[in-house]
């Protein structure tokens, strides 16, 4: 099952001001998605800025998003939450819509413990009973697994994958090792942070949970098949025609340049959540040209 | 007036496991707090675990509060959520139940820059329309107010006060210099952090923003009011026999500590809202030797 593994798109869940989905901009996101031939897509992740919206809106996004692509490929939801039971609410809800898996983050306001992001953890696998995928992003949640968490959390039951941040020194060989040795031989191991993919798919990640795939996923899925393959030349080259983008995404957060692109690809006309402020207007001159080097460099593939 | 001055005391939230608040019990907190004569309460602040409530448990607990000592003490509302227009209606909610002041943390799930944490604080002091202060809590909320942002915001029209986490190299006298010159000479700067409390008093802060004095606001006062008039010695023998507590305050967190507290007071028999767990129950023996600790203190004052 390609579930946790090769490319995961996460789209972003278009709203309006409050929150409310326009589902049809949402399905031109994930059809885009499904002809670039991704093998899964991420739904409500931190790109799809799921901490914003509320369970009525999250519901509605991930019904509109089965019914657009329910049985032509896996959708992962993101569920997490601030409070363990809204947390459940939510992996059973995504469970009764017709979602493949679920994507957890241990969002915090309290700064958690091991035990507590453990039993957090068990308590939504249990209630969601789909394969589940720890969501890994201290840049959000402020709270950081340790090799021995992961661990732990890879023997419970319906936890069959981890989603990490780039890896410390670019040691994505090192640190894949380490996980695989403490972890079972069927958990998957992919990671975010998308200037670091090519990187890790290179060094043998599983997956590329990738927010450039959610509008851009045909050269995204360029890149991870030539590092699947091994063909590093190849995707160094691929790697290289994004770096304007890269460039962007660390410059002002990844989160804000897609609603850009997709504005400008003409998609889908939206803002972030308040008090997440769109990117000023002289930004969409770098983003076109991120794009255009993006797009020779397809046309030279 | 008192509302951003002196010892501002902040009580649990008493609720069930779903966070329906226990009106009962919380009366209980605050009539505690003001039989003992701290300057203000701050009600759902991150000791009142707000951000595990829904708006309608919120406006619940300022509703019994405003009820149970409206009029006799200032009441300070904490309205910090993700969303600005969810915050706006939180501090609409908090004005329109009779709160007296209103406390804002930059929650955060994409990190924020100092532009929309600008807009965010504008948006919402605007919809509050009550005296407002600046929550500066980057260990919850992982956003660090720069002094320059401190200083813009200060000239915002409700904007009065802020509360400052501990001082870089407990340099409370340096910072409050730096800060005093850039701000407004009736805009307040205090302290949370209880442990730093003592050294800030006395370096001539304004305000103590107190976990401890949720439920111990006695001994809390002892040392606010020994610090306020320069009587270091006596202000440093109260922190002194408050060590044992703070020690715990670092190892457990003050949150979790609180719950405990309650217990041993025979207050309530409350727990945090999961993921956040109970402390385990070896700890209430630590927790009890404290409370003894300070008792002898205060017997001998």
Redesign the interface.
């Known amino acids: 099952m390609t579930l946790f593994r090769g490319l995961s798109a996460f789209p972003l869940t278009p709203t309006d001001?409050?929150?409310h989905v326009d589902t049809e901009a949402l399905a031109r996101f994930l059809e885009r998605i499904h002809r670039a031939g991704a093998d899964s897509i991420g739904l409500l992740g931190?790109t799809g800025g799921y901490?914003?919206l509320t369970r009525e809106q999250r519901k509605r996004a991930v019904q509109a998003a089965v019914e657009c692509i329910g049985g032509k490929m896996p959708l992962v939801v993101g569920v997490g939450a601030?409070?363990?039971?809204d947390a459940q609410s939510l992996a059973h809800d995504a469970k009764a819509a017709g979602a493949d898996g679920l994507l957890l983050a241990?969002?915090?306001?309290?700064?958690?413990?091991d035990?507590?992001?453990f039993?957090?953890f068990v308590?939504v696998a249990e209630a969601g009973d789909l394969p589940l995928c720890i969501y890994n992003n201290p840049?959000?949640t402020?709270f950081t697994f340790s090799d021995a968490l992961i661990a732990r959390l890879s023997a419970v039951s319906n936890i069959v994958a981890v989603k990490m941040p780039l890896a410390a020194d670019d040691d994505y060989a090192g640190e894949l090792a380490r996980l695989r040795q403490m972890t079972p031989d069927t958990f998957t191991i992919g990671y975010s942070g998308d200037w670091g993919a090519a990187d890790a798919l290179l060094a043998g990640c599983d997956t590329w949970y990738s927010v450039a795939a959610g509008l851009l996923a045909a050269p995204a899925l360029a890149l991870t098949r030539a590092a699947q393959s091994d063909d590093a030349v190849e995707a160094a080259r691929l790697n290289g025609a994004f770096e304007p983008l890269w460039a962007l995404f660390k410059r002002c957060?990844s989160?804000r340049v897609m609603f850009v692109i997709a504005d400008l690809l003409g998609l889908a006309h939206v803002q972030?959540?308040?008090?997440?402020?769109p990117l000023p207007e002289e930004a969409s001159d770098d983003v076109r040209q991120a794009l255009e080097t993006l797009e020779i460099a397809e046309r030279g593939a």
């Open positions: 001001a409050e929150g931190s901490a914003y601030l409070r363990t039971d241990p969002m915090s306001y309290v700064p958690l413990n035990d507590e992001v039993r957090h308590a840049s959000t402020r957060g989160f972030p959540a308040r008090p997440v402020l």
